[in-house]
């Protein structure tokens, strides 16, 4: 599993190194691109969950070929764009290429962890100066993080094994409508 995770990541890092600038200068901040990816991505889940084939089982992570990780890694590389849920990139990606819910949901949150790691660690780089002194705060902020999404993803997980994506499509929807109402009306 651990080399597939690294195939994941190779296009995801390519990709958001590549446009990094440019989504750094064009879309972070932009309210616009936010409230459009929320609400596409909202429809997107309900429509995938709609058309998508029921599938039981346990998780198998043979599902998942080299290619299929790179794939899912081009998936996430979606994510670069501002409001774009990388779980739900990589997840719908996964499912469209034939990977069973189980196995997908965990690949993908296990994907999360370097995925993340590297992008913090690029911002961390990129942003020394402005930390020195500060290293203490960090680690705890890290630590509790780190501790935060492990309950989190256990619950997730937990939720995902009885429902279905639906009720996130449905609650992207309705925070793309307040949050034109509370920012871009």
């Known amino acids: ?8 990541v190779i296009p995801t890092g390519v990709i958001g190194l590549t446009v990094y600038k440019a989504v750094k200068s064009y879309l972070l ?3 616009t691109v936010v409230l ?8 997107a889940l309900i429509v995938f969950e709609r058309f998508r084939a029921p599938t039981e089982g ?3 992570f043979r599902e998942i070929t080299y ?5 899912i890694g081009l998936f996430q590389a979606i994510a670069v764009i501002p409001g774009v849920s990388r779980s739900a990139a990589t997840i719908v990606g996964g499912s469209l290429i034939g990977i069973s819910k189980r196995t997908i949901v965990e690949f993908s949150f296990m994907l999360a962890v370097p995925t993340m790691l590297a992008a913090s660690a690029l911002e961390l780089v990129k942003g020394r100066a402005a930390l020195a002194g500060h290293y203490g705060l960090l680690a705890v902020g890290f630590v509790v ?4 999404a492990i309950v989190a993803i256990k619950t997730f997980l937990g939720y995902i094994k009885r429902h279905d994506f639906s009720v996130f499509g449905w609650y992207r929807i309705v925070l793309a409508v307040v949050y034109y109402l ?4």
């Open 1 to 8: 599993v651990l080399k597939k995770l690294v195939v994941a």
């Open 29 to 31: 901040g932009n309210l």
């Open 36 to 43: 459009l990816s929320l609400l596409i991505g909202g429809i």
């Open 58 to 60: 346990e998780v198998d």
């Open 67 to 71: 290619r299929k990780a790179f794939l």
């Open 145 to 148: 993080s780190f501790i935060t």
């Open 182 to 185: 509370v920012f871009l009306r």
